[in-house]
């Protein structure tokens, strides 16, 4: 069982309510948290049968809203439902928490509540990021805007156990975000970077990265720090939805056309696009991982769609099945696998 | 008249002398700087009638490879084509310098040779971000990997100089690139200069902008340190590459159809690419602009093609043509108009 929380994010109660039926319909059972009445008159509507499939309530009315500041928020709302959701998987009740609500309140209360792991400064948030052959794990994605360069050894470490743990991936192939492959390029803090993971006998470590040949190359992880990460990944979405708007725009001339040739052109187009925006958007992948607490915990947009928070309900529950992050001490070990 | 450096990039001396030859015939006049026989050799096999355009010869032997490491290669080549060329522009002979060689001479050579503008502490490498509506000029693209606040101050005065001169742009509309819109996000260097540009009476600052809303909000000027802003390029590039690549795909498989409707399609699809991914190249625009130095010039990509480096030429031109940049003393005082 995984832990969902209702109230959070643009479109609650309903998107969640309707993700947690659709996963519910897939045999992932949930528990929801949030207020009792809201989740019961919004199953019931949804789906009178709700009781029929693997779905939970756990009451919880309190909520930290959306542009309340986090730390503040936790400490006037001690049983908010993101504490609620956390206690829950502290307790071994559900084995994830997703969240579409207020993304520092559900990073405040993981660390709160369920502690870092052993050997970890520094959570970060993980992302798949779209990849015309296979999605690579970006890691910082926006939680620490400034780092040291062990907070970046820790990334690697954190996305290396995740990927091996849970896609059984061995030896991932690490790599350190940086404006030129060169080892001697880079930013002071890339640059020291560098040299521990260089120097780290548990890192399969590859070099320095581009961002234009992630695409490209072979890797599995790239590191970097959040304030980098941020802008790697919104630059990336950014610019694919600027190229698919403007194929947009030609489609809809198109489509005004009368003759037979342009209605096909636009159908053909159309279906293309359709495929495309899927690939481009990182949405797609439902939430990113906050990796380096003590439990499985996807932070999902707050603007996600159904389907959207469906694939991040997926996500923890896969992520959370396999049991990988709780306690592991993993990081604390390979920080200490220096070779120097 | 304007210099250009014959033997820099990687398709010399043939690409260049090239663009020059296109450049000469609209009425560009240039100074070709490198070894003499190469570019006479040169320039007669491509057009025996170069002579009658407005192209001029500077003999300059010596040349700084691609991988030499610029200071040390100035100090052994002190009569290096790019100095020579650089010689010219401070001694008036020309009105730019663009090269397609190792950009880190360039930048070395300009800033011994002509020396930086008053005021400013480091010069800028400055572009245009391909953009739906109009081009967005975003520096430094990667000069500076480590900024302090009051470099990017500059970097805002300096690009607000070159849009207002060049231009004629009135009080550009500057933002500063960051992982949220709102003035509390950012890394400790962007909430640092945040709060100087806020303050700058001189800078029409319109507050942080997410990298996705470059292509879409009102903004002529985005402001970074050179490490940040070159994960932006690249990332842009990259991601609008593999957008159109997979679309190529489709077109491809499209033609090898046999039937009247997939060559039609595939027409129409070729045609919109090529459209769009000139576009979306921000090699298109030639070349970006090294400002901050006494002097125009435009450091040109060491791949760019023919097509691309006569638009830098045509850059040069434009932005020597108004001479704008030299001698300038507008950063200085600017830096002196907060108004706290």
Chains 1, 2 share one sequence.
């Not at 509507?45 to 809203?65: F, H, M, N, R, T």
């Not at 359709?274 to 603007?303: F, Y």
Request: net charge neutral; charged share 20%.
């Amino acid at each position: 069982m995984i832990a969902l929380e209702i109230m959070g994010g643009d479109y609650a109660p309903l998107v969640p309510l309707e993700a947690a039926l659709l996963a519910a319909k897939q045999g992932i059972s949930l528990l929801l948290v949030g207020p009792q009445d809201i989740i019961v008159e919004g199953l019931t509507k949804l789906d009178p049968q709700w009781k029929s499939y693997p779905l939970q309530i756990c009451d919880a009315p309190e909520v930290i809203g959306m542009d309340e500041e986090p730390v503040r928020g936790l400490q006037k709302k001690p049983n908010a439902s993101i504490v609620v959701a956390m206690k829950a998987l502290k307790e071994g009740r559900v084995s994830g928490v997703i969240s579409a609500g207020n993304s520092g309140a559900t990073m405040a209360a993981a660390v709160f509540t369920l502690g870092r792991i052993n050997g970890v400064t520094r959570p970060a948030i993980a992302g798949f990021m779209p990849h015309p052959t296979k999605p690579v794990l970006v890691l910082d994605l926006g939680a620490n805007t400034d780092c040291k360069p062990h907070y970046l050894e820790e990334f690697a470490l954190l996305g290396i156990n995740y990927l091996t743990s849970v896609h059984g991936k061995h030896s991932p192939r690490v790599a350190l975000l940086s404006n030129g492959h060169e080892s001697t390029k880079g930013n002071q803090l890339v640059k020291e970077t560098h040299a521990l993971l260089a120097q780290n006998t548990a890192i399969n470590f590859v070099g320095n990265i581009e961002p234009d040949r992630a695409f490209v190359e072979d890797v599995d992880i790239i590191v970097c720090d959040g304030f980098a990460g941020n802008i790697f990944l919104k630059s990336v979405e950014g610019a694919a939805k600027v190229v698919i708007d403007l194929i947009s725009r030609e489609v809809a001339l198109l489509k005004k056309g009368e003759t037979e040739e342009s209605k096909t052109i636009a159908s053909w187009a159309a279906n293309t696009l359709k495929a495309l925006s899927k690939k481009a958007d990182c949405k797609e992948h439902g939430g990113a991982l906050l990796l380096g607490v003590n439990g499985t915990v996807v932070v999902a947009h707050g603007s996600a769609t159904t389907k959207q928070l469906l694939s991040g309900i997926e996500l923890t529950w896969e992520a959370g099945a396999k049991k990988t992050i709780t306690g592991s001490t993993v990081i604390k070990e390979a920080r200490n696998e220096r070779s120097i």
